[in-house]
């Protein structure tokens, strides 16, 4: 079982950044990989990003590819998703959540959730 808990969201005006926490409890948070997704009013989930076990990998989706790094400690067991030059686009609930798939970009393969912390970039 590991339990997820979002932090560092916030109000920020567009150009901006955030640096968003997740934090896991259970001893096995390293042998998960993490993923950050996104959720905005009215529109479905959607993936932004993934880091593997060890954080040699990572994955982003083309809209944040350039303006987001996710990075993890696995020492703290925290992932991390620092977030540069926002854009209103970006104003969304943001959530981690943790998988055994390899590559996973689908929510659907994720099997932990947290609660999701708010995100909004005004213009």
């Known amino acids: 079982q590991v339990q997820l808990v979002e932090s560092g969201g916030g109000l920020v005006q567009a150009g901006g950044s955030l640096r968003l926490s997740c934090a896991a409890s259970?001893?096995?948070?390293?042998?998960?990989?993490m993923g950050w997704f996104r959720q905005a009013p009215g529109k479905e989930r959607e993936f932004v990003g993934y880091i593997s076990w060890s954080g040699a990998n990572t994955y982003y989706a083309e809209s944040v590819k350039g303006r987001f790094t996710i990075s993890r400690d696995n020492a703290k067991n925290t992932v991390y998703l620092q977030m540069n030059s926002l854009k209103p686009e970006d104003t969304a609930v943001y959530f981690c959540?943790?998988?055994?798939?390899?590559?996973?970009?689908?929510?659907?393969?994720?099997?932990?959730w947290g609660q999701g912390t708010q995100v909004t970039v005004s213009s």
């Open positions: 959540a943790a998988t055994r798939h390899v590559g996973a970009i689908t929510k659907t393969l994720y099997e932990y």
């Open positions: 259970g001893r096995t948070f390293s042998s998960y990989a």
